[in-house]
């Protein structure tokens, strides 16, 4: 039996869309209702079964290990990847952090947070046969624009960059990978990890995951506050 429940967390990055909040702190550790972003994402991880992660680091990374450290405070097992003097990228960031990876595991982005059944994703990846999974959000353009055209658990299309209108879904944030995705690509380059989604989705080597509730992040002001008065909302339903 293998419990394929680690998840990498993509959080190196400078935040730049947030300063002046992120001058002194990264995003991970800015304040949402009294706590730490970040504290919010791995409870939320903690309780959807998920026993293992990875925190890829870059920009005043060593902030975000103190607040957190080896994770026991919230049931999980934390390791460790820094970028280094150079920033690596989202796909670098990966490749940097192999040796503590498992042979399948899911990728989060540290300004995400994402109301979702994460064994289940994982599960319907080992089903799927394929390359990888990307979970996918039918935005119809409401909250940025679509990236992604979806038939048949398969994703066809997939592009940052080039938006066509048969573009209807989203990518939601979180996808399930093999370690072997990752192996034989350069290292202590910057590579993002879009670039190699799209090879794999050219390739017909992604399944699609639909989500139905939308996703949250504090990327953006725009997305502190909704993120914020969500967080509210779920406190006063629990009270």
């Not at 990498?8 to 002046?20: C, H, N, Q, S, W």
């Not at 060593?62 to 280094?84: N, P, R, T």
């Not at 979806?150 to 879904?169: D, F």
């Amino acid at each position: 039996y293998f419990s394929m429940n680690q998840v990498v967390i993509l959080a190196g990055g400078k935040a730049t869309r947030l300063y002046p909040l992120t001058y002194e702190v990264p995003k991970s550790l800015i304040a949402i209702c009294g706590k730490p972003f970040i504290d919010w994402q791995l409870n939320l991880l903690s309780k959807s079964g998920i026993s293992s992660i990875v925190l890829c680091l870059g920009n005043k990374g060593e902030l975000i290990e103190e607040h957190v450290g080896d994770g026991a405070k919230y049931g999980i097992d934390i390791a460790y990847s820094y970028d280094g003097q150079s920033l690596l990228g989202t796909g670098g960031a990966i490749i940097n952090a192999l040796a503590l990876l498992e042979d399948q595991f899911g990728i989060l982005y540290g300004d995400s947070y994402l109301p979702l059944d994460y064994l289940d994703v994982m599960h319907f990846f080992e089903k799927s046969g394929k390359q990888a999974a990307m979970t996918i959000y039918k935005n119809l353009n409401n909250f940025d624009k679509s990236n992604v055209v979806y038939e048949n658990q398969v994703i066809k299309e997939y592009s940052k960059e080039s938006h066509t209108t048969n573009m209807q879904h989203i990518d939601y944030g979180f996808s399930v990978t093999r370690k072997e995705t990752f192996e034989g690509l350069p290292r202590s380059v910057s590579l993002d990890l879009a670039n190699i989604f799209e090879k794999l989705v050219s390739e017909g080597e992604v399944a699609g995951y639909e989500v139905d509730q939308r996703f949250y992040e504090v990327g953006s002001f725009e997305g502190i506050s909704t993120f914020k008065k969500y967080v509210e909302d779920i406190n006063d339903n629990i009270h």
